[in-house]
């Protein structure tokens, strides 16, 4: 049994007009919340983590809007700050503006694409340290555009001194009537690869690419039931759970995606020498509304190349081999939940099917230092970033499946809670024993699982 904790608190104060006679504007406003996480498996008590965030926000001046926002992830976790400036041009909407933000420790807000499971060049190699963003944006009405850089010193291993990067990324979104396009674009350099750099030989790594959004709405944003599978794929998870319950009326949302990148990393074919490998996934979901009750259903494919992009590679720095047999990842789910109309209760479930990510070829753990015997012909599957499984001799990756139980409560206008039971059977689950010869080999062990969660969050 799996169980996580998460208590949110949040706070929303405003403060009052500094005089009568100051012009009519929007007073400064700050809002809190902090959360706790706690995992429980059978033989490992698990580590008691927190999150937080704060928001500050206030107008000076009438056409001018400054705000203050920061998250931190503890312990071992990532942080955030954005310092913002907007400026609101006279005529142009309450959301409309210029706006110019600086991220001065990390970046992982900027990433190409759109839904977490899609997302990559999130932050720098680890190698990386001190990262920062700036991001200037433009929005007025329907249209919006956006352009940001993110900037860290790495080291040169070829040179040992610390090289500033830059990457540039660039968006833009444009509405008509039911519809929304939303497209970007993203190149981040990933440094020399060390493996050759350590050999006097350079080099560079990189990752360029661009992502597409096509959405349809026939009566305004649905939302979508939670899953909380998808929402841990985000940096900040927990700020993006507590969306609006269903809003009781009837309407359609039809969304497709896609994202395709190349990356540049070291060839194990041809030394010594840059393969260029391409990245991509791609996925669609329908989302229905009637009245209290939303269904939706969805499907995601993608590369084994994409679970490793921000690694970047499987090992660090390199790409899959020529011969290397891959298969992507797919998913496909069907979620609904339900606004009880006297009760302040919405139950939901969510079904999915899946398959991961995994390659396999003669040279498929070759520079890892394991064994001899982990060498030969077998699959390794990718579940996400780092981590895989390896299957025993002459075994395939076969679909698996999950089944989830949601509850949310709101008891009262400033207090939440919801609660998650999740099944999952895994087939490609496996450790290493000791055959009779005494050599370390995979074996399977048992697939089902299941895994709690309790979120909980009071605002004022």
Do not use: C
Request: glycine share 10%; no cysteine.
């Amino acid at each position: 049994m799996h169980l996580r904790f998460a208590v949110l608190f949040s706070v929303l104060a405003a403060a009052p007009a500094l005089g009568e006679d100051a012009p009519v504007r929007p007073p400064p406003t700050f809002r809190f919340f902090a959360a706790a996480t706690k995992s429980d498996v059978p033989g490992d008590p698990g580590d008691l983590s927190a999150t937080g965030r704060v928001d500050v926000s206030a107008r000076p001046v009438e056409d001018f809007e400054t705000s203050l926002g920061a998250s931190l992830a503890a312990p071992g976790g990532v942080g955030s700050i954005e310092v913002s400036a907007r400026w609101i041009p006279h005529g142009w909407g309450a959301e409309d503006g210029v706006r110019a933000t600086l991220m001065p420790i990390d970046t992982y807000r900027i990433a190409l694409g759109f839904d977490p499971s899609l997302q990559l060049v999130r932050s720098f190699p680890a190698r990386g340290i001190h990262p920062a963003a700036l991001l200037v944006d433009v929005r007025r009405g329907l249209f919006s555009a956006w352009l940001a850089t993110k900037s860290v010193p790495m080291q040169n291993e070829l040179s040992r001194d610390l090289e500033r990067y830059f990457g540039f990324f660039g968006g833009g979104a444009v509405g008509f009537r039911r519809w929304e396009l939303d497209v970007e674009g993203a190149y981040l350099p990933l440094g020399v690869v060390p493996g050759l750099a350590m050999q006097g030989i350079r080099v560079d790594a990189w990752t360029a690419g661009a992502a597409a959004r096509l959405t349809y709405r026939t009566a305004g944003p649905i939302g979508s039931p939670t899953d909380l599978e998808r929402l841990r794929m985000a940096p900040f998870p927990y700020e993006r759970l507590f969306d609006p319950p269903a809003r009781g009326v009837t309407g359609l949302e039809l969304s497709m995606e896609g994202v395709w990148a190349a990356q540049a990393l070291e060839d194990p074919d041809a030394f010594p020498k840059a393969k260029v490998q391409p990245v991509w996934g791609a996925q669609a979901r329908a989302t229905g509304e009637l009245g209290r009750a939303r269904v939706q259903l969805g499907g995601r494919i993608a590369s084994a190349t994409l679970v490793q992009a921000d690694v970047p590679g499987f090992p660090s720095y390199k790409a899959f081999p020529g011969a290397a047999e891959q298969v992507p990842v797919i998913w496909g789910d069907v979620s609904a939940d339900y606004q009880m109309g006297r009760w302040p209760l919405r139950p939901g479930v969510l079904v999915r099917v899946f398959r991961f990510a995994g390659f396999r070829t003669p040279l498929t753990l070759s520079g890892m230092n394991l064994p001899a015997g982990l060498t030969d012909y077998r699959w390794v599957v990718l579940r996400s970033t780092n981590s895989v499984s390896i299957l025993p001799q002459g075994a395939e990756i076969w679909p698996g499946m999950s089944a989830s139980a949601t509850l949310r409560w709101d008891p009262l206008p400033n207090l939440s809670a919801f609660a998650d039971l999740t099944w999952v059977y895994d087939p490609n689950k496996t450790t290493f024993a000791n055959d009779l010869t005494g050599v370390a080999e995979p074996t399977f062990v048992p697939p089902n699982s299941v895994r709690g969660d309790l979120v909980l969050q009071f605002a004022m």
